[in-house]
């Protein structure tokens, strides 16, 4: 499974942006998929999560301001990314949860950059 994640840039305080992350593979099932970030000089931080019921939840410094949702015909997830602050900046990571050849297996997408201004 390889996953492709994009959507990140450069944005002012306040302002919006949405992540993609595009899977292709044969998968049989997704546990959960989720979006992860990094700031310079942190450890990876989990941001949202969307299990394959649809049950959301948030890390307590974006809920409210965030949104993952995925389309069920693909394996594809999204993260709607609303009153950005610079504190938000981070590299920003797709994680997919799944049973694939039997097994439960983890895969992470390459990451995409989110710098906000302020």
């Known amino acids: 499974v390889q996953l492709q994640a994009c959507g990140g840039g450069l944005v002012q305080a306040g302002g919006f942006l949405r992540l993609s992350c595009a899977g292709s593979?044969?998968?049989?099932?997704?546990?959960?998929i989720s979006w992860y970030r990094q700031a310079p000089g942190r450890q990876r931080d989990l941001v949202a999560t969307?299990?394959?019921?649809?049950?959301?939840t948030y890390a307590d410094s974006v809920k409210g301001r965030f949104t993952i949702s995925r389309d069920n015909a693909k394996i594809t997830v999204y993260l709607q990314m609303n009153s950005l602050t610079p504190a938000d900046t981070a590299v920003y990571y797709c994680?997919?949860?799944?049973?694939?050849?039997?097994?439960?297996?983890?895969?992470w997408g390459q990451g995409t950059l989110v710098t906000v201004s302020s």
């Open positions: 969307i299990s394959g019921g649809g049950t959301t």
């Open positions: 994680n997919v949860d799944a049973l694939l050849s039997g097994r439960r297996q983890i895969f």
């Open positions: 593979g044969s998968i049989s099932s997704i546990y959960y």
